[in-house]
C-alpha cells in the first residue's frame, strides 16, 4: 500500500535557526497536506498543495510539492518558540483519505 | 469554525469490556468522518473512513468486528471498541471532512484499559 515516509523524526534548533521536513511517497500523490500538532494537541490543518511543483508561503513558512508529485518539504525561516510541535504530511489517497507520514517533532532552544 | 469534539476526553477499562467513543461536528454538517489511532509520539494510522448511512470502509488489518463505527447523522459518529484489551490502550483521534479536503480534528480520547 501506499507509504509516506517523513524525516527526520525530531530536530531540535536554537531559536532563530531556520527548519526544514521533506515527505517522500512511494506512490505518485492527487495532492500532499500539511498538518501541525502542538504537545497534548490534536493536529490542525495547514495547507494543502496540489499541483506538480507548486510552492506556497504563509508567513515564516514555504511548501514545496515536488514536481513528480511524490515529495515535498515544509521549510520555516528563522523559527520562533511557538513553532514549537511535530509537523505532518500527510498524502492524499482516494475516497479523501490521508495516509500521514511518521512526522517531524520540532524543539526550540530559546 | 469548523470544531469537532470528542467524548469521552479520557476513560480506563477494565479489559474485557467495551467502550463507546463519540465523535462530533459541532458548526457543521461532516460528509465524511475518520478514525485514527496513535500511539505516543508516533503517527497517526487510520483506522476507518465513515460516511453517514452507510457502512464504514476499514483499513487492512483493522478488525471491523472489534472496532464498531456507527455513522448515525451528518454530525455523529461513533467508535465502540469491543472486548477491549491492554494492547487496545492508544489514543483515538477522530476528524471530519465538510465536503471539502481539509480535515478538522477532534481533541482525541486517551483510552487505557487495565
Redesign the interface.
Known sequence: GQQVMQIPQYQHVQEGEDFTTYCNSSTTLSNIQWYKQRPGGHPVFLIQLVKSGEVKKQKRLTFQFGEAKKNSSLHITATQTTDVGTYFCAGGGGAQKLVFGQGTRLTINP | GAVVSQHPSRVICKSGTSVKIECRSLDFQAT?M?WYRQFP??????MA?SNEGSKA?YE?GVEKDKFLINHASLTLSTLTVTSAHPEDSSFY?C?A?QGS????????TRLTVT
Open positions: 465524511t475518520f509520539k508516533q503517527s497517526l494510522m487510520l473512513t470502509t487492512q483521534i476528524s471532512i479536503y481539509e480535515q478538522y480534528f477532534g481533541p482525541g
